[in-house]
Structure formats: C-alpha cells, structure tokens
C-alpha cells in the first residue's frame, strides 16, 4: 500500500512529542488557547462560590456560582461548534477568550451576587465558542492515520489547565485576594487572545487531509449517524461518571474514610498527571489498533475502578486506584476523540466536536445532580456504584451502535508501523 502520509510530512509523525510539534505551530497556538481557557476557568470557579456566600448568597444561588457556567455552555456548545465551521474556527476562538477577559472585569465590578452569577453565565457563553472549535481545528490538522496522537497530545491542554488552575488561582487568592485571582484570569484570557490573533493562521493549513472536510450538517442528521450515537452515548456516560466522582470524592474521603482535604486534592492531582503523562502515548496507539476496542478497554475498567471506591479504607489504597483508573481514561479518551476526528470530515468538524463537548458537560451536570439525589436516600456509596453500573450500560449501548454503524471492533483508520513511516 502506498503510504498516503507522505504527502503530508511537514505535520511530523514521530512518538516524540518534541519531534511532532516542531512543524505544528498551529497546533501549539491553539493548545495554548485552550490551556488558557480552562486555567482560568479552574482559577475562579472554586472560588466563586466561596466569594457568593461572602455577597450574602444562598440556596439556588450558591449552585449558581458554580454551575451557571454549564448552564450556557451546554446549549451553545454545539451551535458555535457548526458556526465555526461556516465563519471560521480563528474568529471563534478569539471571540470567546475575549468574553473570558470581558467576564473576569465582571467579577471585579460586580456589586452583588446576582451580578456576580450573571457574569459566570456569560464566562459559560465564552467556554462554548473556545473548546468545541478549538478541538475542531486540531482535527482538521490532523491527517487520516494520525487522529488519536494529535488528539492525545491536545487533551493534555485540557488536563494541565484542570490542573494548574484551582493552584494557581488559590495561591493568588491566598497571597492577594479574590480580586487578583479574577484579574489574573482576565490577564490570562487577554495573553490568550493576542496569541490567537497574532500568530495562528485565519484559515486551516492546506493538506490533504483536510480536503475531504464538508460543510456543516444538521444536528437532526448527526442524530441519526449511529457512530454519532455511539461518541455521545460514550461522552454522556464518562461525563455523568466524572461528575458523580468529582462532585463526591472529597465528601467520601473525609466523612467516611477521615481524610483530610490536602489528600483530597493529591488524589485529583494525581489522576489529572497520570492522564497527562499517558494521553499521547495512547492516542499513538489509536492510530495504531482498533480504536473502538480501546475504548471499551478503557470504560470497562474505569467503571470496574469506580464500583470499588466504597471499599477503599485508607488513603494509599484510594490513591492507587485512582492512578489505575486515570491510565484506563487515557486508554478511551482518545481513541473517542479519534473516532469523532473522522466523523468530523464527513460531518463538519466543527459541529460534530460541539455535540461531542456538549455530551461530556451534560453528563457532569446530570451526573452531580443524580448523586446527590442517591447521596441523600440511599447513602454515598450508592453513588460511586449507580455511576459504575450505568457506564457498564453505556459500553452496551456505545457496542450496539457500533456494530450498526458498521465499525465493529476495527478500526477505521489505524495504519501500520511501516505505512506510517516510523
């Protein structure tokens, strides 16, 4: 077979991420756009509740302060994600870092909680025009063959800022208040967008691998795609189970295991590194054999990780669970995010990533709301177990459309050693 890669070979297609970003300034760019974006998302939104509740807040409006966010993003995720792909990806990712600078001068001015909460709404709309385009264009930049490193590879934007920025924003806000915590995000989100406007190209990088990209399709004939089906079938399910964990992992461990709230924050810590060191790595293997098998892989051993948390004891056993969980999400995460790479060049990109993203934020919010429903009848550990069950589900259903799809337990794209050239 002709290696059809090497038409392409400006992108670079060595494991070493070194090598892969020395000709992908576009890629670095956007992974940078991106990183900003959910740094400073990560800097304040712990932090706002807290600051609500010194506004006199309560109640619906302390949910608020956090979730607000959510709240707008869902429903513009996928609606920016299929404009950008009609008005260009560049003018979409600006705009919504530009909103992140404009929402962080609200937190400043706001006289009250309810300004405050409106402003964390419209940090949401920022959110939903940022992260489903700037997935979009790295799918594009990713040639057939190579949709699982560079999505690998850019996932850890999103791990990095997850983890970087509660630190980040709690030293600032420790050192120097709340309103220098709201002005370095501002700052960040300003850096963000220069970098943007400055430096990465109006239109995507002429390549073969992009040529086969159309134009946007209807949300109601996404819906009807059973590969479609199965990606946000996987995206509800990991975002409902993420958000259970994250929403109850501290509750758990200090309550019923008696930890304290610093080893709380290793065990995410730890999980966030874990992802980021084995994201790339993985998303190679993507490229390499069936991507639908690694994400079964991937999600039957999460939820088999997450139906056992109620049994852990003691901080160290927690703590090594989690580090087995985090590699079997780097073994899913990208090989989805693949998958949806190549349902985008039929698609468009940049709906097919909107409805993706959207998938994953929905999930987090039902899934919080889910259990603290179970939390409050039935116990905590009921919890962890319903969001176990449900994702072992989720790998029925994801299967089911699958195999109508036609994908079965191939992969659609994955080349071998000697094609790719390495």
Request: avoid cysteine.
């Amino acid at each position: 077979m002709q290696n059809h890669l090497s038409q392409d070979a400006p992108l670079g297609i060595s494991l070493r991420p070194a090598r892969f970003l020395s000709n992908n300034k576009p890629f670095i760019v956007v992974w940078l756009a991106l990183f900003i974006s959910i740094a400073g998302i990560g800097m304040v939104s712990p932090l706002l509740p807290v600051f609500a509740q010194d506004m006199g807040a309560s109640g619906i409006w302390l949910g608020l302060a956090f979730s607000g966010f959510a709240f707008s993003q869902v429903p513009l995720m996928p609606v920016a994600g299929r404009l950008s792909d009609r008005f260009g990806k560049k003018l979409f990712i600006w705009l919504g870092l530009l909103i992140y600078a404009i929402a962080a001068v609200g937190y400043v001015w706001s006289p009250g909680y309810q300004e405050l909460v409106l402003f964390r709404v419209f940090s949401g709309v920022g959110a939903a025009m940022v992260i489903p385009t700037a997935f979009a264009y790295i799918g594009e930049l990713a040639p057939p063959g190579q949709e699982g490193r560079y999505m690998g590879l850019f996932t850890i934007a999103f791990l990095a800022g997850f983890g970087i920025g509660p630190v980040l924003g709690g030293t600032v806000h420790d050192s120097f208040g709340m309103d220098a915590a709201f002005a370095s995000m501002g700052v960040l989100a300003t850096a963000g967008l220069l970098i943007v406007l400055l430096f990465l190209p109006a239109s995507r990088p002429s390549s073969r691998a992009m040529q086969s990209n159309k134009p946007a399709s209807s949300f109601s004939s996404m819906l009807r795609d059973e590969t479609m089906r199965g990606l946000i079938t996987f995206q509800l399910v990991f975002g409902l189970s993420y958000g259970s964990v994250l929403a109850f992992l501290g509750i758990f461990m200090t309550t019923v295991m008696g930890a304290s709230v610093a080893h709380v924050g290793i065990v995410l810590s730890a999980r966030s590194i874990q992802n980021g060191m084995l994201a790339y790595p993985f998303g190679w293997l993507a490229d390499r054999v069936s991507r639908v098998v690694l994400v079964n892989i991937g999600m039957i051993a999460m939820s088999t990780g997450i139906f056992f948390i109620p049994w852990t004891r003691d901080f160290a056993m927690l703590l090594g669970l989690f580090m087995v969980m985090a590699t079997f999400e780097s073994v899913a995460l990208p090989a989805a995010e693949a998958i949806t790479v190549e349902k985008g060049r039929s698609l468009g990109m940049g709906s097919v990533m909107g409805v993706f993203n959207m998938a994953m934020s929905l999930g987090m919010i039902v899934g919080s709301v889910i259990g603290g429903l179970i939390q409050g009848s039935i116990g905590i550990g009921w919890v962890f177990r319903f969001a176990a069950v449900l994702g072992l589900v989720g790998v029925v259903v994801f299967n089911v459309f699958m195999r109508r799809a036609g994908a079965g337990l191939g992969s659609s794209e994955a080349l071998t050693a000697s094609e790719l050239g390495v």
